[in-house]
């Protein structure tokens, strides 16, 4: 079994090899591509993205997922190589139904649409793009038709990037926080405004450029291993360990991001500093990644399958230090903090509901689906426990987040100096690694293996600003 195990990491491999390779003509687009390139990446984007789709439908992928699956059920089912065989065989399963020529057109699609969209953004000519955007939704109907037996026509679109999730449990969420957030927003937007003008002043973009590598730097990005380049739309993207690009771009009348994002992710780094049992931190950057304005990524020394209770707690205060340095250096937090909650939730949830970490439910495993937990699906499915001990998860998770951001605030608060340079440095640098950080705040607090709960797969760990 280890022999087909390993064939199938090889054509994972040189799957992902494909893909990695289409992501660097896609970032090659977003950042010098003359616009008569277009023509011809669109035809080279749909030719490695069929290619690859070709070899992950391959039918031998299929019999060595078959082949391996008493293997799979022979291991712990939150093991890593489990855990590989079930989710390929899921995203194989899935990935069957669509033609690769679909793949390709799709793909050649997406690269045109980024051109035209390109072209017209400077003038905020809508009409240029519409037929574009009018062929993506006709495009994404035939991607749905694809997987037959939905309820709604969003649902299996929803299902790619957050799986076990459809329209309705969407709905039934917004449907809640409709009701919380639409009178809070009424008394934010009651208050009189807040005076930001010094934020919106004339900052010359050459300035920005050198102030943000300036902190990159400190933060630790290797430009031995990454770049960054302006865009049109920032993000971070990973070809390797070894090339891991970032790009951005600047507003000459407009501080506020760069400036929130570099109190954030000082958040973050200070807490993985000084918190004992938290993973050694790696990284931290202000610059936008993706949907996330900044990035803190941890890595573990150690492979642990193991984790305690008191270092899962140190890492629930970790997620919120950005959040707790935004309130304790501005006097409010940001919605930039979104991901790092949801991150957080998680993980209470896991500790009340499937690890006992809760004397209040106990050593009782409330799961909510057969399915693993990181996988997206949450307490909207199907679940074999009352509504009364669903409340008092419920209850607990809250009480477990809510004491974590206290410790989070104190943590910062206490070591307030710190917080603060750590800040001018990322201001400054826009990225510094482990070995800065212990110039300007000194060395962290020592690690300890924990003992206690099952924990996922020990690969970097990121909190992230959204």
């Known amino acids: 079994m280890e022999a087909k195990l390993q064939e199938l990491k090889t054509r994972l491999i ?11 003509l896609s970032w090659d687009q977003s950042t ?57 065989r899921r995203e194989y399963e899935r990935a069957v139904k669509v033609p690769p020529s679909f793949m390709a057109q799709l793909s050649s699609h997406t690269a045109e649409t980024y051109q035209v969209w390109a072209e017209a953004r400077p003038t905020n000519d809508f009409a240029v793009v519409q037929p574009y955007l009018e062929k993506t939704l006709d495009l994404s109907r035939q991607l749905a038709d ?8 969003a649902d299996p679109l929803i299902d790619f990037p957050d799986y076990g999730m459809k329209a309705s449990t969407i709905r039934a969420l917004f449907t809640e ?59 971070t993207t990973k070809f390797s360990l070894g090339d891991v690009r970032i790009t951005t771009r600047v507003r000459e009348n407009d501080l506020s991001e760069a400036l929130f994002s570099t109190i954030h992710e000082a958040g973050h780094a200070l807490g993985a500093w ?19 304005l900044g990035v803190t990524q941890l890595v573990p020394e150690e492979d642990r399958m193991n984790i305690g209770e008191s270092d899962l707690n140190n890492r629930l205060v970790f997620i919120l230090a950005g959040r707790a340095a935004e309130k304790l250096v501005f006097g409010e937090y940001s919605a930039g903090a979104e991901n790092d909650l949801v991150q957080a939730t998680r993980l209470a949830r896991r500790m009340v509901a499937h690890w006992g970490m809760s004397e209040k439910v106990g050593p009782v495993a409330c799961h909510v689906t ?18 009364h001990t669903a409340r ?71 909190a992230a600003r959204t």
Not at 146 to 153: A, K, S
Not at 370 to 387: A, C, K, T
Request: proline share 7%; charged share 30%.
């Open 392 to 462: 008092i998860i419920d209850d607990e998770v809250t009480r477990m987040l809510g004491e974590a951001a206290d410790r989070a605030t104190k943590l910062l608060s206490d070591n307030r100096g710190k917080l603060d340079a750590l800040a001018g440095a990322l201001e400054q640098q826009e990225m510094l690694d482990d070995v800065e950080v212990v110039a300007i705040i000194g060395p962290a607090v020592p690690r300890r293996p924990g003992d206690a709960a099952t924990a996922e797969a020990t690969s970097p760990s990121q």
């Open 177 to 235: 926080l409709r009701e919380q957030l639409v009178p809070l927003v009424q008394e934010i937007t009651a208050q009189p405004a807040v005076d930001n003008s010094c934020l919106h002043q004339s900052f010359p973009e050459a300035q920005q450029l050198a102030f943000g590598l300036e902190i990159v730097k400190r933060l630790g990005y290797d430009f031995d291993r990454g770049r960054e380049d302006k865009t049109l739309h920032p993000y």
């Open 274 to 292: 000084l918190l004992p049992g938290v993973d050694k931190l790696h990284k931290v950057t202000i610059i936008p990644r993706g949907r996330a």
């Open 32 to 88: 010098y591509m003359p616009p008569g390139g277009v023509a011809a990446r669109a035809r080279q984007l749909a030719t490695l993205r069929q290619l690859a789709h070709e070899k992950f439908t391959d039918p031998a992928i299929g019999k060595l997922l078959e082949d391996l699956r008493p293997y799979e059920e022979s291991l712990p089912y939150d093991s890593d190589e489990a855990s590989l065989i079930r989710v390929t």
């Open 146 to 153: 694809f997987f037959p037996g939905y309820e709604h026509i």
């Open 14 to 24: 040189e799957i992902n090899d494909l893909e990695s390779a289409a992501a660097v």
């Open 370 to 387: 057969n399915e693993h937990p990181f996988l997206g699906r949450d307490v909207y499915e199907q679940r074999e426990f009352s509504d």
